[in-house]
């Protein structure tokens, strides 16, 4: 990719932005050195819109964002056509756990979460993504209602940022993994314009829907619309999956390389109905951004092409070949996981035998 001429004395980036395009694709950018850095970074790789932490996503406690920071990262986004309130969806810190069953833990996750929102409002920023937490060893429907509880609450505490919940993969006690979840607890939520849904591509898959053809992502949606309703969709994640459908294990992959393989972002780069929100890759990149703007080029060359375009199954088919080892890797451990699980649950059956025979003795 050319270098953009810095002649007129304007800072060069690395990939051009497409401002043609009505889709805002993006991905997820650092903000090391300052958080108005990520406005550069996102420009770097010619995003139309960015992801961002806006702490460190694994330490409790981080210094505010200094003032001056602040109206320079609101600066920046004004030079460069970003607008804070649709094009820019933080990423909060991974531990915050709003459904914890833990009185104390739930407060801390709170403080945390709200923390994240009054930092949304001093960048002007509209739209904050979360995950929506674990159930742990409690009950799951008092999750959901421990979860809506503090929306409310934090809802109450700041003035427009709307809270997004991204759906999950599934693993553990996870919740929102099924778009039931999601429902319940927008159901619950007051004030109904300030939350919203993000659908990662690679959760949903390892939850178990199948998006990797039209025909999956047709029906994905279709329930999608009818389970929580469009209104609500915010912004996508976008992930290709490392490990197989219903693996409930979370691990992104570079897109076309793993599980999902192609197909389906070919489908979201022609989607109408996903214009005009954030569409942001959170793809592996091992420290090297310009992954991110050559996948964004992909999403770009996407756009307008059929699912039986001879470019495109060329192209379909050189990606699923480079990601053809580490498909053949995860599928041999999700073997070992489900024969595992199988051997335990015949166990238990030859535990239920022994135990039937043990009391027909003892009668
Ligand atoms: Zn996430
Ligand atoms: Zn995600």
């Not at 550069?40 to 819109?49: E, P, R, T, V």
């Not at 806006?54 to 210094?63: E, I, Q």
């Not at 649709?86 to 709003?98: C, K």
């Not at 309703?229 to 490392?242: E, Q, T």
Request: proline fraction near 3%; aromatic fraction near 8%; glycine fraction near 8%.
């Amino acid at each position: 990719m050319a270098k953009k001429s810095a002649a007129n004395g304007a800072k060069a980036f690395k990939y051009e932005r497409n401002r043609e395009t009505p889709f805002k694709f993006g991905a997820h950018v650092g903000m090391s050195g300052g958080i108005s850095n990520a406005v550069l970074n996102a420009m770097d790789i010619g995003a139309n819109s960015f992801a961002l932490f806006l702490k460190s996503p694994r330490k409790w406690v981080s210094p505010d964002i200094k003032d001056e920071e602040a109206e320079k990262f609101k600066s920046l986004c004004q030079t460069y056509g970003y607008n804070t309130r649709t094009d820019i969806l933080p990423h909060g810190s991974y531990f915050i756990n709003l459904a914890n069953p833990d009185k104390e833990k739930e407060e801390k996750a709170f403080g945390s979460f709200l923390d994240d929102l009054k930092r949304c409002e001093k960048l002007d920023i509209g739209l904050y993504n979360f995950h929506p937490g674990s159930r742990l060893d409690g009950d799951h429907d008092e999750a959901l209602a421990r979860l809506a509880k503090n929306i409310n609450r934090a809802i109450k505490e700041t003035k427009f940022v709307k809270i997004v919940i991204e759906n999950m993969a599934g693993h553990g006690n996870l919740i929102g993994s099924d778009l039931q979840d999601i429902k319940k607890v927008i159901d619950m939520v007051e004030d109904k314009s300030r939350v919203g849904v993000c659908i990662d591509t690679c959760h949903s898959f390892a939850a178990g829907y199948d998006v990797s053809t039209e025909e999956g992502f047709t029906k994905f949606w279709k329930l999608f619309e009818e389970t929580i309703g469009w209104n609500y969709l915010s912004a996508i994640h976008l992930n290709d999956s490392k490990a197989p459908l219903g693996d409930n294990r979370d691990l992104h992959q570079k897109l076309g390389y793993g599980f999902l393989g192609l197909e389906p972002f070919l489908i979201i780069a022609n989607n109408k109905k996903l214009q005009n929100i954030p569409v942001v890759l959170e793809t592996p990149v091992q420290g090297d951004d310009s992954v991110y703007g050559e996948e964004i080029k992909l999403l770009e060359w996407l756009q307008g092409r059929s699912l039986d375009d001879p470019l495109f199954l060329a192209k379909k088919d050189e990606l699923a070949k480079l990601g053809e080892k580490e498909r053949a890797e995860q599928s041999k451990k999700s073997q070992a996981k489900a024969s595992k699980k199988s051997k335990v649950s015949k166990k238990r059956q030859a535990g239920n035998i022994l135990e039937a025979t043990i009391i027909k003795k003892i009668k």
